[in-house]
């Protein structure tokens, strides 16, 4: 029998913070298996975790995924579980953070307010709901306990949701923007070659773009003029391209460059991309 | 059988060296479950190191806790075995970093120098005794080795403690300090809510009191007139406030800002407390 | 029966492409152990790469051991897979990577190209092969497949090697260069302490050596007078020392300080040590 698993992303940082709630679901769930997708979200950043945790738990065995980007810790705003139509259940704040990677997962199949006292912790702090609510409750699924246990159903329509922009086809062109920063510096941008080529036509390598960023603070527009590659190995080093990237969605990137910080681009960017 | 754990907290930082000391316990006790409390601990910052193994490992089921913060490394610092009262067994140098932590474990039950050097690496380097030492050692407890084991027992009042300065009521206020600034820039001050109440009175919820921080460097104190808060949901975005953290300890934040940054203050500051 | 064993370097960094890996390896050895080495790697230094890689895996019980450092991803550059003297598999990408670490293992004993469609996700990318082919071929490996099975046989010496430069007695001194700078800001150094004996004679304690970096960028070298010790303790607080590493290696530090820092000098920077 397979051990139970249970994926988990914050924006904890360094500190003890993702350890202690490690430490609480292993009280609980001994023999779990938790994967950590990463704790270094950037901080109160709802939609940087979102998108990451989107991408990220597809590839897993299905399971449970806590997931702790919180500015609102305290106040009104609901603990929720989201049971996917995958069979996983996803924890954490209602704030938008877990409806990507439920819509990623098949969809909503029943959600949840986190109200069962008997599986958080006796004292719950206000602060600090990964440990005290999130992280047990999770450790209760993972061995066996029943979703229906964790609170009163909710309408899935009732849940807050980030205002995501998409990709819109306008003029011959695509209106996209930011959707986040990778490590390497690479922009994602929103929407997947499909949508370009249904704005300009066919995508061939080489042929060239007008890709325009911002206004982004007090500058106006940046443009570069990029050519469209299957592969970085088409493009010189440190020079621009615009491509599909792995998760199938459109990007931009320097090869083997940093192209957030060349450009001074943060997630939430506007970007326009029409024919050169 | 649940599988023994391990728990390990260092300030080696992303090179490899964490992941060396995982692979040599690993090769001794191959079933452990080995849990990074933190590897990003400030170079050298034994009292840092000490915090977060005090807050953290409370959380943990009982079992052997291996700390490596150790700028004394090669020097006539003993290499030390502590047996708590719940049980764990803490390693690492005798620096103080172990001292905070066995006081939240209950205290110190009998503690021994590290000496068996048949469950040390055959050759032991001067600079890294995480390696050669404390992760063996560690690993053997785990498989089942005597804590009796490890070396001669010492007298707990000879081991090196770290001088944390306490909260003090002064002239109708609270002198504290402050013990960490976690990667929020949240600011964890010295002593509880209780120590303050003693001092000034109850503490409701938007009652203000004044902060000042320093003398730190050239400058003289800064201070600010802030509300005691039980929520950061009390609190307008980017404002400041007094609060009890979720372990139970005062401390100062901006709420969804970095305080630590704003301004420019680091761990050790002396913080003083007053009604406004 | 013990779990199989997995390590996994990349310079992935913070996001969640290393998770991405886990879970794909997970999904098909749901019972191997996966130790991160680091995913910190600088990005795209292979060097670096390489060398976290030889002085980690000796640490590790023998096993499958995948590393993704890959400029080169979606180029010519091929995938390959490395049998060891030792017995473990090394997989990732023919740069260089791992060279060093196959020589630590006893040097390489088959090498072959991943080819094995079946092995690897059924749809691959040109930007992801940790994904794609690395991780999953690991994973086949991990739960039994045979090492014949990944693809065909290649010749060892056709693989792409680093240009790694060592240590050269010249002039009654030795030529050395930095390896690695690590997270303590140490620099390690190529060659061994009995490289530097050939050269100069016994290395006692104490004695004094005049060390020269540089050039680096458009500055002259820079020179220290400094001694050679057995142990940090030797040294005065923030002083520099040339010693031997806990890896066996020839290193040059600050006593609790950031040399690299101080002199900012970077990995690749030429060292010239000779006799004060």
Redesign the interface.
Same mark, same amino acid.
């Given at each position: 029998m397979?051990?139970p698993?249970i994926?988990f992303?914050t924006d904890?940082? $360094? @500190?003890? %913070?993702a %350890?202690?709630c490690? =430490?609480?679901m292993?009280?609980i769930a $001994?023999?779990a298996?938790i994967? @950590?997708?990463?704790h270094?979200v950037k901080? /109160?950043a709802i939609r940087d975790g979102a998108y990451?945790?989107s991408? %990220?738990v597809i590839?897993? $065995?299905v399971g449970v995924h806590v997931a702790v980007v919180d $500015? +609102?810790? =305290?106040? %009104?705003r609901r603990p929720i579980g989201l049971k996917t139509q995958r069979g996983d259940v996803l924890i954490g704040p209602d704030n938008g953070l877990l409806l990507p990677v439920a819509e990623a997962l098949g969809g909503i199949d029943e959600a949840r307010i986190l109200e069962n006292r008997e599986w958080m912790l006796e004292k719950t702090?206000?602060?600090?709901h990964g440990?005290?609510i999130f992280s047990p409750i999770a450790a209760h699924l993972a061995i066996g306990g029943k979703f229906e246990a964790v609170g009163s159903k909710i309408d899935p329509a009732s849940l807050v949701a980030l205002d995501i922009p998409g990709a819109t086809a306008r003029d011959g062109g695509l209106d996209s923007s930011v959707v986040y920063v990778?490590?390497?510096g690479n922009l994602r941008l929103a929407g997947v070659p499909a949508d370009l080529a249904s704005a300009v036509g066919d995508l061939q390598s080489g042929r060239r773009f007008v890709v325009e960023f911002g206004p982004t603070g007090d500058r106006g527009p940046q443009s570069e003029n990029v050519p469209w590659a299957?592969?970085? +190995?088409e493009i010189e080093l440190g020079k621009p391209l615009l /491509?599909e990237?792995?998760f199938g969605h459109l990007a931009y990137a320097d090869n083997?460059g940093?192209v957030a910080a060349r450009l001074g681009i943060a997630s939430g960017t506007a970007v326009r991309i029409r024919p050169a």
């Open positions: 397979s051990r698993f994926s992303l904890f940082g $360094p @500190d003890s %913070a %350890a202690i490690r =430490g609480v292993l009280s $001994p023999k298996n994967v @950590d997708i990463s270094s901080k /109160y990451l945790l991408i %990220a590839w897993f $065995p $500015p +609102g810790v =305290g106040t %009104a702090s206000s602060t600090f440990r005290d990778d490590s390497f299957r592969t970085f +190995g /491509y990237d792995s083997q940093n």
